[in-house]
């Protein structure tokens, strides 16, 4: 017996009989706060973006890279990871992800698709751990650092690249 779809049902009937009471007037005005707050987070995540952007330029530029490599998707994570470790890795942890999402798109997945997911996903992980702590060290930073980078990705690489960190090289 299924009784999740006449719970489904319940919900939806109680949701329809909630918004009838609503005048055009407050449904429109709801929509509309729907709408500002949406535009505010898509306008903040586009500053986040930007803000990123400039942080891995100002990476790539300090290890004598040209920053604009750092706006190509994938190619950006081979020349980061050539900057502190080795591009190969680099290409093996974008694969990972790539691969990872693939055998999980559709609306029947198998299982077995969802157990191989999750060991290039544990893959792609260990690739990454590795890496910000060889990031860390290329620029002269200890393990605390690297563990930032892992934790706080995006702030900890507003720190290296807007800070007075110097990359040193690979380790």
């Not at 005005?29 to 500002?36: D, E, K, Q, S």
């Not at 990476?59 to 080795?86: D, H, R």
């Not at 055998?103 to 792609?124: D, E, P």
Request: neutral net charge; contains cysteine.
């Amino acid at each position: 017996m299924n009784i999740f779809p006449v719970a489904v049902a319940e919900e939806a009937a109680d949701l329809s009989q909630a918004l009838e009471g609503l005048t055009k007037e407050e449904a429109a005005m709801g929509g509309a706060a729907v709408g500002i707050a949406i535009g505010m987070l898509v306008a903040g995540l586009i500053v986040w973006y930007v803000f990123q952007a400039i942080a891995d330029w100002k990476i790539f530029a300090k290890a004598g890279e040209p920053g604009w490599k750092s706006l190509i998707p994938i190619y950006n994570i081979f020349v980061e990871y050539e900057i502190c470790w080795s591009g190969m890795m680099g290409l093996v942890y974008a694969v990972a992800i790539v691969c990872a999402n693939f055998l999980t798109q559709g609306q029947a997945v198998q299982n077995w698709k969802v157990i191989v997911a999750c060991v290039l996903l544990i893959v792609a992980l260990v690739l990454h751990i590795k890496q910000s702590m060889k990031l860390a060290r290329s620029f002269g930073k200890g393990a605390g650092f690297g563990i930032c980078l892992i934790l706080f990705g995006p702030i900890a690489r507003l720190v290296l690249g807007f800070g007075s960190a110097r990359y040193i090289g690979k380790e």
